[in-house]
Structures are given as C-alpha cells and as structure tokens.
C-alpha cells in the first residue's frame, strides 16, 4: 500500500538518521521542509523531499493533496493510565473547594477511589470503556502511547487491566507498551503495615505478570506518602528481574529520592518532577534516564511547575506526556500538553514538539522506529487542517487542528469522537 502525500506546507520533524532523542540546546532545532512531498510504503516511511524534486504521482498509489497544511510524527504518548473505570469528578469539586490532592487520597479518594471502581467492572466493561479514550487520543494525533496499570492493587484485578492493555496492543492501529505500576498506592487494608503489600508485589503480582508476559516496563509512585525509596529500589530490582525495564514517578509531590533513584536503576524515564533542584538535575546529567514533565497534571492539581527551562539549559533532554488518568490529569489532548509546557514552562514550540515526539519515543524505548519523518521509521503521522505555521499548534490551544490520521501506513478513518 503506498501513500503520496503531495504539496505539503511543512514537513516537520524530518531526519536523515535517526537520533535516539535531543537534549539541551538541540531540543529548539526542528527540521522542516517546505513544499514537501512525503511516500509512506506497506506501513514505513519511504521517501520524501521538495516539491522541486516530486516523483510524480504514483499510480496505484493515495494520492494526498495537503495544500496549506503540515504534516507531522504522530504524537508519542510515553507516560498514561487511560485504562480506568469510571471518572472522578466530585473530587474535582473537593480540589476546587481546597483540598490537596494527598488529602483526598488520606481520606481513601483518588487512587483507591478508582481502585474500588476497578474491582467492580468486568474486563469486557473495562475495554469498552477504555476504548473511548483510547478512540480520543487516536483522533488527537497520537500515535503510540504508554499505558500503566495501577488502579487493581491485587493481583487479579492488576493482571485484569494488563489483560486490556494487551487487547488494545492487539486491536487499534496504535503502538501500545504496557508498564505495571502495581505500587501506585497502598490499599486501605495494608496501611498498617505497608510492606506486606511491597511483599506482595514483589512475590505476587510481578512473577504473575511476567508469567503472562503482560508488561515491558516497572513503575512505582515513589513519593511523599507512597512508596519510599527502599521499597521502590525493591520493586524494581523484582521487575528488573523478569526483563521489566524501569519508570518512575518521581518528585511529584516532594524531593523523595525518586530522581536519583531512578537514574540509579538506569531507568528509561523519571516522570513528573515538581521537586526537582540542582542535585536531581546533576543526577539526571550523563544518565540514561529521559525526564519527562507532564504539565496536564500540574495544571490540573494547581501545582508548582517542574523548572524545565532550567533543566534544559542544562543540557538535559525533556519529554512530555499527558498523564491521562481520572485523578490527576483527565485529558490525553498531547496538542494541549504542548501549550500548556509552552505556556507554563515556557518552552518554545519547536522544543515542545521534540520533547511530545522523538523524546516521547526514547521514553517508550522507541525512538529508532517512532517519533520522528526518518526513512525506515514507522509510517504514523499526522495531517494537519489549514494552518499558518507549526508554532500555530501550541498556539491555538483549544482548536481542533488534526484533519487525517495515518497509523502503521493506513490512513485511519471513521474514528468518532465519543461522548466520554
Ligand atoms: O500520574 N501520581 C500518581 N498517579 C497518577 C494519578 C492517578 C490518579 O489520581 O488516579 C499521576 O498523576
Ligand atoms: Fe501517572
């Protein structure tokens, strides 16, 4: 199947060889070229150049006009709990009214609210219900996406969500990885003794997940009121053990260890990061680990910002992720997580783009075949409607500005968006 995408505006992001992520300075430099042409070939990008140079219309070939638009990578979503039961509005209400996000979860609201949802619904329900969302983001522009499971918090119901995780790897055009974050919260049961819990983790639930072959990566919330640093470092030398490579949620809350941790445990990526200084940035310099904001979650709570342009400017790498999940951050939209970072954490569009496409990508551990127009890679972009310029996506942070969706080289049609 081949696809010619002609007399495109901009053609961004485009790269002769494939760079595994950029960092400090090189996250501002975005290759476009204008008046392009792009061939996408049985599911990979084949070709592309100026218009000057077009190959003329192949035949046999969907032949696109994308006059007055750019085309882009789809969107890589590294960091999402999008498998949930239920939402959580009234607790939106409670922030409104003034509580923290740690005094909901005390009085048994947040993670455990959703947990209770959890246990309730059958696999079938909980798929359904997923693929709203996961329909949403699919129209929004992303491309591959990362799912966390997390809201079971026993084994059953743990290897439940990864079970759906699986069936949507198996069902939708999207690249899915799936990460086990069974230590996201303690139930109300363990409070009393909270490594009972870390024990069943570790004893439980990852030999089983791993049995199943359900997940590519660990994760653990280590924070304040969470997991603590020696219970993280456990749970992922458990994971590490059956091939889970790790991913952390980290200083959301508190300077908690998380960062170092992490980098420690070479890590693909440190999530969050409101608390982050000078001793988390010198952790993060010459490590493996991509910190990754997600600047939906801290806009959504009222929280202080992570200081990314610090971070930049010291040479560091950044992606950004949406968080999607029903507590903290209730939306997927990656176009609007890039306003809100340019906005925010004053990145400029150009480093927003990189840090939602080829950083997103090294954070999934798929940077050599995703987020970014290179020869070889993976075929998914996306086409943009009329728009001025690429700084006009951030920009414009409530239109809607996706016109065509390409996954795996198939232009992807008939994607409704669903009342959630
Ligand atoms: O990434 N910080 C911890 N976990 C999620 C929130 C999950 C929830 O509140 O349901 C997050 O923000
Ligand atoms: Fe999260």
Redesign the pocket.
Known sequence: MDILIRNIKGLVQVEDEALKYKAGAAMSELRTISNAWLHLKDGIIFSFGEMDNYPGDLEGAEIIDAEGRFVLPSYCDS?T?IV?AGS?EM?YKDKIRGLS?EEI?KRGG??L??SKLLQKITEDELFEQSMVRINEIISLGTGAVEI?S??GLAREPELKMLRVIKRIKESTPLTVKATF?GA??VPAEYRKDQSEYVDLVINEMIPAVAAENLADFIDV?C?KG?FTVEETERILMAGIKHGMRPKI?AN??AYSGGIQTGTRYEALSV??LEFTGKDEIEALKNSKTMPTL?PG?SFF?GMADPPARRMIDSGLPLALAS?Y?????PSGDMKLVMSLACIKLRLLPEEAINAATINGAYAMDISDTHGSICKGKVANVYITKKIPSFEFLPYAYGSKLVDRVILNGYIVDGIIENEI
């Not at 999940?325 to 951050?329: H, I, K, R, V």
């Open positions: 960091h709990h949930y959580r607790e996000y979860a947040g993670i609210n959703s966390k997390g809201y974050l996201h919260a919330f924070d969470f949620h959301e809350l999530d969050h997600l979650a709570l968080d999940n029903p507590g903290s951050s």
